[in-house]
């Protein structure tokens, strides 16, 4: 796969808000950012897909321990694939090969493709 062939996102800061959120408040600089709604922000990556491109998400499992954020400040898996089907985008693949995180693959449902 060439350059040409894909694209690449650059990693995000958390989206899924928890209670105790470590994004900083908004300011002229990171009011997007911290505003975002994970759907809305799914969309666009769905918007931005090419029909066979997959986007994987990776965060901490909440059964875990481990690194990472404190336990009530993790997103259950079920969240995030609720928030992406929202936004169009198809469960392809759940991975928990990683000690104390998963990571999903979703890409465009076939029949939009």
Do not use: C
């Amino acid at each position: 796969m060439n350059g040409s062939d894909s694209k690449t996102i650059q990693s995000l800061p958390r989206i899924w808000p928890s209670r105790n959120s470590r994004l900083p408040k908004a300011n002229h600089r990171n009011s997007t950012l911290s505003t975002i709604r994970p759907t809305t922000l799914l969309a666009s990556v769905a918007k931005g897909l090419k029909p066979t491109g997959v986007v994987g998400i990776v965060d901490f499992k909440k059964d875990g321990g481990g690194p990472g954020p404190e336990m009530d400040e993790r997103v259950d898996p079920e969240k995030v694939i609720a928030d992406a089907t929202a936004a169009g985008l198809e469960l392809r693949k759940r991975e928990n090969f990683l000690r104390y995180q998963y990571l999903l693959i979703f890409g465009l449902p076939a029949s939009s493709k």
